[in-house]
């Protein structure tokens, strides 16, 4: 399967280039007007990118690998969250879908159990990344409209140079549509269906019954949003924004049984035996909302959602749930408010200033009927609960000088300041009851930062750019670190552009990573340093009017990586002496710098249109190696594919007709998260995933203000690489969870 789904993106990245030469007309004795064509149709379809550098710069002089994903794009192929518009859009990043919060990767590296951790994620250039445990949400749990969203600037590789920690991976900044694209008052409803799975991971056709129907998968999404232009006094001034509610019940799936002994799973699964079928524990409920007011040069942004999930399994790595328990949930609640000045003083000079404030609040709820982690006057069970909370507030000031007679150079230099304070604990409750029974790990602090960089920009011939710069990152809490950037970007012909780039970046260790304790589980790692990586990558990139056909190789060394490792039998035992783990304690995890990561590989992409854009169409290919080392060994990275791309096509039939749109998403075979854990026997993969999407979006005839998109999705990969834990001595009895793999979806959007 995978040699045939490489063959595919092969085939669209050599192919469509030669249906656009021959379509377009593209000779060698191309007449003059025509090669003045190419070089328009060329200049309006060079993107422009402010991720890289904080300041608007074209796609080839950015020093970066960047990829814009537009609303178009959006609109066009059914996308409906950040995740989805990686896979089947963007170069070189991926998510993996763990039946609620993904995991995202880029370059053949993701990091199991990461939350986002690796990924800056920003939107209109706030970081939402959580300062407590560094997560980033990328799913529906981002609580982004995504009607709202103007474009989506990927910038892969490290990005610490201009943003600090946790731009290891990549940075992705959402920016979100001004007045005049979003006007008046928009309404919009969704709704999606999925059918059950058996035990084979087999779509079943829905009956009839109302039986039946209950085991379908059904999601909605209801919103309000808008925009609009006015006078704020005599400063011109637009709202845009918009509120919305997200639901979703996930169809009823198959596991299969595993036996253990007499284990109690909870009310929902026969004693001694995990597995069957979930019907109620697979949620998500998110009511969101983001605002943007402009007036003049101010800009204020407000950003707040509530998200209750719950799945239906335990991960390796965490407590045992009872099967399909709908009352084992994760709750969270974020908000954030950015108020910002961008004043152009002269065309050499301009200034940026911005203060922020962020809060969030994580409670974690874990139900199980088995001894595991209980106290032992709780034989029959207990809750585990996890409570965090976190609260940051910042400013930073900014400004850009552009010298010399033709503004050539241009210097910019940065400030920032931040304070946060953190709190998290762990507690057992009664099962019965839900009353705290014990509480541990309790954790508070405050803890103060900033950080200063810089960047100069030079142009010494209209063909070369050079680009280099560094930022000085200092935390009360967490240390100092130093990362700077060097790029070179040269034309090198008519519409050729060669880069390279050296770039550093790290990730801080997050509070709960060092400080987190659970008598029971986890011991805390005060002296944790700092996650490094150092880059090196090269491309070229060729425009041919609409055409643009980017190649590129890429290389980086990650030292210092944090991984959870198990305590020796001594250490264990060392622990419990010292009184800071439970006597009946038997496994305990400790976060530590034990590990690194050799990584490198090739990218390839190809995007063009035809038609005055009505045909449009693009494909994209990553190959990377990959490789974990640590105590001496090399491990294969899990989770990840190390082939992956993705290819679309649309066309606008024009009129009353609709705009039709494929994409499908294409990976390797991905080894499973436990299989390297120790006592695993054999390696064990989820198999290669090729997912289908058809898309047809449009306006009601007779009502242009009425707009609709019907979307399909199927997916012939049975499982992803996660494993189901059944809580058991033996680490090989596990389940890999299945994949929802066929979705039906339907949405209005009425503008009033």
């Known amino acids: 399967m995978m040699k045939v789904a490489v063959t595919i993106v092969a085939l669209c990245a050599t192919w469509l280039p030669a249906v656009a030469a021959r379509a377009e007309g593209v000779r060698d004795d191309v007449s003059e007007t025509g090669a003045d064509t190419a070089d328009l149709d060329a200049l309006l379809g060079e993107t422009v990118s402010s991720t890289a550098s904080k300041s608007a710069q074209a796609s080839t002089a950015v020093p970066a690998t960047t990829v814009n994903v537009t609303a178009e794009d959006l609109r066009r192929y059914g996308i409906r969250t950040l995740a989805e518009a990686y896979n089947f859009l963007a170069l070189g990043i991926v998510a993996e879908d763990t039946l609620g919060q993904g995991e995202v990767g880029s370059r053949g590296v993701l990091f199991t159990n990461d939350a986002g951790k690796h990924v800056l994620l920003l939107i209109d250039g706030h970081v939402t990344n959580d300062q407590r445990n560094g997560a980033s949400f990328h799913t529906q749990a981002a609580g982004i409209p995504i009607e709202l969203i103007d ?11 201009l943003y600090g920690a946790n731009a290891t991976l990549g940075v992705v900044n959402v920016v979100t549509k001004r007045a005049k694209d979003y006007g008046g008052l ?14 084979a991971h087999q779509p079943v056709a829905p009956g009839l019954s109302a039986q039946d129907l209950r085991r379908v998968g059904r999601g909605y999404r209801v919103g309000l949003g808008g925009g609009r232009s006015f006078h704020l006094g005599d400063l011109p001034a637009e709202l845009t924004g918009q509120l919305e509610y997200f639901d979703l019940t996930g169809p009823q799936l198959g596991w299969s049984p595993i036996a253990n002994g007499n284990f109690n799973y909870g009310p929902y699964a026969p004693i001694g035996t995990w597995g069957g079928a979930t019907k109620q524990s697979l949620y998500q409920r998110i ?25 239906p399994y335990s991960r390796v790595q965490e407590f045992l749930r009872d099967f399909d328990d709908p009352g084992s949930t994760n709750d969270r609640a ?17 200034t940026f200033a911005r203060v922020y404030g962020d809060a969030s609040n994580e409670n974690n709820r874990i139900r199980g009927h088995t001894f595991f982690g209980c106290l032992g006057s709780q034989p029959n069970g207990c809750i585990h609960t996890s409570n965090g909370s976190a609260e940051w507030f910042g400013t930073e000031l900014q400004t850009t000088v552009k010298w010399l007679a033709d503004l050539s150079m241009s210097s910019m230099v940065g400030f920032e300041g931040r304070v946060r304070r953190v709190s998290f604990k762990n507690g057992i409750s009664d099962l019965t009851t839900g009353a705290p029974v014990d509480e541990f790990g309790s954790y508070r602090a405050v803890s103060t930062g900033g950080a200063v960089y810089g960047q100069q920009v030079y142009s010494p011939a209209p063909a070369l750019t050079l680009n280099a710069g560094g930022r000085w990152d200092f935390d009360s809490q967490l240390g100092q670190r130093v990362s700077p950037r060097a790029a070179a970007a040269v034309d090198v012909w008519h519409g050729g552009t060669a880069k390279v780039v050296y770039s550093e970046a790290f990730r801080a260790p997050t509070f709960e990573e060092r400080n987190l304790t659970n ?5 805390s790692a005060p002296t944790l340093a700092a996650e490094i990586v150092r880059s090196l990558e090269a491309s070229f990139q060729q425009r041919l009017g609409r055409q643009r056909l980017l190649v590129g190789a890429f290389r980086s060394w990650w030292s210092n990586v944090v991984q959870s490792e198990r305590l020796s039998q001594a250490e264990l035992s060392a622990g419990q002496r010292a009184g ?29 249109n035809l038609h005055d854009g009505r045909l449009s169409y693009g494909a994209n290919l990553t190959a990377t190696y990959a490789r974990l080392i640590t105590g001496g060994a090399t491990k294969l990275m899990t989770v990840t594919p190390s082939v992956f791309g993705n290819a679309r096509l649309s066309y606008d039939f024009g009129g009353a007709r609709p705009v039709v749109g494929f994409a499908t ?21 989820a198999p290669p995933t090729v997912d289908l999407r058809l898309t047809a979006s449009g306006r009601v005839p007779r009502l242009g203000a009425l707009q609709y998109r019907i979307s399909a999705n199927y997916a012939f990969t049975t499982t992803n690489p996660y494993a189901a834990s059944t809580g058991g001595a033996d680490p090989n009895k596990v389940e890999l969870i299945p994949v929802n793999r066929a979705t039906v979806l339907f949405g209005l959007q009425y503008g009033f």
């Not at 605002?291 to 799945?311: E, F």
């Not at 008598?519 to 011991?523: A, E, G, I, K, T």
């Not at 530590?592 to 050799?598: G, P, S």
């Open 151 to 161: 474009h989506i600037e990927i910038m892969l590789g490290p990005g610490s140079v």
């Open 665 to 685: 998403q294409i990976t390797g075979r991905r080894l499973a998260d436990y299989s390297q854990d120790p006592g695993v026997t054999a390696l064990r993969y």
């Open 519 to 523: 008598r029971y589980l986890v011991l």
């Open 186 to 199: 928009q309404l919009i409803a969704e709704s999606a269906l999925s059918p059950s799975e058996n035990q």
């Open 334 to 350: 974020y908000g954030a408010v950015d108020l910002s000045w961008n004043r152009v003083i002269s065309t050499r000079v301009s």
């Open 287 to 311: 009511p969101s909302g983001y605002l943007r007011l402009q007036a003049g040069d101010w800009q204020l942004t407000l950003h707040g959602l509530y998200a209750r999930t719950s799945k």
């Open 580 to 608: 800071l783990l439970d006597s009946s304690t038997v496994s305990v995890s400790q976060f530590r710098n034990v590990a690194r990561v050799d990584n490198y590989g090739v990218n390839a992409s190809y995007e063009g």
